[in-house]
């Protein structure tokens, strides 16, 4: 079965995950003013992709200038890689492309451990993305563990490109916050 197979319920019933649903889960991180160049761009863009609707536009137009733009806040100390194969342990069936992962590596050839973030890019039904992102959460945690780099959480997103809900998996426990972030 591929990441985009599972279901939210199917990811919590086999890896006996326990579900905390939050209110604003991330709300003690400072805001961060993007650059005024990315803000223009985002903003054209946006419209660009709405249009088009489709989820490759999505992915192209909003969701890959963000994770750039959160790159480059971090100078650089962090990676980017889409649409690769993530296939962790295939007998748990943990397997596929993601969209986008987030590695907290400065490597950008190779996929190193840390994996911190995945995010899955949807054409319209967030919901649709949970399970799909978060069995990609829990591969995450695996690839992390055997390459003896454990951190203690992994987080993820599933968007639309224009809404985006957020999800952070520490152990066993998956917390979804219930806000939904709206691009602008």
Not at 138 to 145: C, D, E, K, P, T
Not at 157 to 170: I, N, R, S, Y
Request: proline share 3%.
């Amino acid at each position: 079965m591929a990441y985009s197979s599972f279901t939210l319920d199917a990811v919590v019933t086999t890896f006996q995950l326990e579900i905390t649903e939050s209110a604003n889960l991330f709300a003690e991180v400072v805001p961060v003013a993007p650059r005024s160049r990315f803000t223009a761009d985002l903003a054209r863009n946006v419209q660009l992709a709405s249009a088009t609707n489709t989820e490759k536009a999505k992915s192209e137009l909003i969701v890959a200038p963000v994770l750039v733009e959160l790159r480059e806040h971090a100078d650089r100390r962090i990676s980017l890689f889409s649409g690769i194969d993530f296939s962790v342990d295939v007998d748990s069936e943990l397997t596929g492309v993601c969209d986008f992962l987030v590695s907290l590596s400065p490597v950008q050839h190779l996929l190193q451990a840390p994996v911190m973030a995945l995010v899955g890019a949807k054409k319209d039904a967030l919901t649709l993305g949970l399970g799909q992102c978060a069995a990609e959460m829990v591969a995450a945690q695996r690839f992390n563990a055997e390459k003896g780099n454990d951190i203690s959480w992994v987080y993820g997103a599933t968007t639309t490109g224009v809404d985006w809900k957020f999800l952070k998996l520490a152990a066993r426990c998956l917390h979804i916050d219930m806000e939904l972030y709206p691009i602008r």
